[in-house]
């Protein structure tokens, strides 16, 4: 990991944290339970037509396969993984920085704020947990009571700005179509695939459920040797890139409405920082300024806002960012590519920006303090420094490089107006789906593929 320079000191903390591992949600619940007759179906049309030979050829898991979650009509609620998650990313966030949470608790110095979405929510006071663990009086763990703030769903600009955005609603009503037909070449070959290995005719739907309940799976239940052992390595990479490029599209880099709308959150970010600039230099007294802004969100929340830093960009993307071109869709396996869901916005998947102050250089060389401080941004993703395009792909940004190269040409938009004017005209992929169908015939063809990579795809969801 880089090194911070001689001198520095974090000054404060900017968090912007997507909810922890969840349930499935009520949709989803609904679909594993539409499976599981389809499954019970397709065994019983199997065991009519095929010979005993090809019965052997179907996993055992498959014949009486219920789903985990039948019967629930709730769904989507912050699981204990997704607490231990948050907790200890709190415990990992207090031993970095710990002259930042050296300070008693208030509530104006460690703002703790989250979406009204009870995942969210129940993330936040997990994090809260950990931050506090051993701070307080209450029962033998030592925990004390914080404050965490929401704003109502339909005025939370600043977390839930999707919500609000009318062009970006009509913009992905009208994408989510053709984002589907982008991804049906892929499914109809991995489909083709599996009815020819276990000799049962599945549908893409089928398949498209079979791999959401992989992740699940894998990522709720630790269990990679059923629906995750359906798919082969390389049909695993392929299924991975259309998660991906559903995730490009309607919420990253596929159009500006995606990120523009989340101009309120980098605004909040920015004036947070400035203002712990100005209590530095005025020398106010502590615990009477803000030392950290954490906040418990969506996927929908933290990759806009990737976005709008200029991350998991290829080559000379950011330059077409700066410019408002269109960029291209992420390369397909098996080419590499910056842009993973599993890496962009995981479950509990975060961004810190950490406002460093540094010792100016006066004119003998030397270091000097008061109004010869220098500051600094540093972006950490998923706990880890990230270079900024925007900043000489430099990972440690003068702030005021950072306000001008990556902050300032965002600003020349504003929420209210893109929010409200027509639907931008996206750029068409038309020939898109008939180039990937005959690429995927010889791909997922090969031999030598092993099974699906368990990690892989546990940390997918």
Request: glycine fraction near 8%; charge should be neutral; aromatic fraction near 10%.
């Amino acid at each position: 990991m880089p090194s911070t320079p001689d001198g520095c000191q974090v000054i404060h903390l900017n968090l912007v944290a997507r909810h922890g591992t969840r349930a499935p949600t009520k949709k989803r619940i609904k679909e594993l339970d539409r499976l599981a007759v389809r499954l019970e179906a397709l065994i019983n049309e199997a065991e009519q037509g095929l010979k005993s030979d090809s019965l052997k050829n179907i996993p055992s898991w498959i014949k009486g396969w219920e789903s985990r979650w039948k019967g629930r009509t709730k769904g989507g609620e912050l699981t204990s993984e997704g607490e231990e998650e948050l907790y200890s990313l709190a415990t990992r966030v207090k031993e970095r920085f710990q002259d930042l949470f050296e300070e008693e608790y208030h509530p104006d110095v460690y703002s703790i704020r989250a979406t009204q979405v009870s995942r969210a929510s129940a993330s936040a006071v997990a994090f809260g947990l950990g931050l506090l663990s051993g701070k307080g009086k209450l029962g033998p763990g030592n925990n004390r009571a914080f404050s965490v703030l929401s704003e109502s769903r339909a005025s939370d600009i600043c977390l839930r700005f999707f919500d609000s955005c009318e062009t970006y609603k009509a913009y992905r009503k009208r994408k989510e179509p053709d984002v589907e037909k982008q991804k049906e070449p892929i499914l109809e070959h991995v489909t083709a695939s599996l009815v020819n290995r276990y000799h049962l005719k599945f549908t893409t739907q089928d398949v498209s459920s079979l791999w959401f309940l992989c992740k699940q799976e894998a990522s709720l239940l630790n269990i990679t040797n059923q629906a995750c052992g359906l798919f082969n390595e390389a049909e695993v990479y392929f299924l991975e890139w259309t998660d991906d490029l559903e995730g490009f599209v309607l919420k990253g880099y596929g159009e500006s409405i995606n990120y523009r709308m989340g101009l309120p959150l980098l605004k909040d970010v920015v004036q947070s920082m400035e203002e712990a600039i100005i209590a530095r230099e005025e020398n106010r007294p502590v615990g009477t300024y803000e030392k950290a802004r954490l906040r418990f969100a969506h996927a929908e929340t933290v990759v806009p806002f990737s976005c709008l830093l200029g991350l998991f960009l290829e080559g000379s993307d950011f330059e077409k960012i700066q410019r408002e071109e269109a960029l291209d869709l992420p390369p397909v396996p098996p080419q590499g590519r910056n842009w993973k869901g599993s890496v962009v916005a995981p479950f509990a998947g975060n961004n810190m920006l950490v406002l460093y102050q540094c010792p100016g250089k006066t004119s003998d060389g030397s270091t000097s303090g008061g109004q010869n401080n220098s500051y600094f941004i540093q972006v950490l993703h998923n706990e880890l420094p990230v270079s900024m395009p925007g900043c000489g792909n430099k990972d440690f940004c003068p702030f005021e490089e950072f306000k001008e190269k990556i902050v300032k040409p965002h600003l020349k938009h504003d929420y209210d107006m893109i929010c409200k004017m027509k639907p931008p005209v996206a750029r068409e992929h038309a020939t898109f789906s008939s180039k990937l169908s005959g690429f995927f015939t010889g791909l997922l063809s090969q031999r030598g593929y092993r099974a699906a990579n368990a990690e892989s795809v546990k940390t997918e969801l």
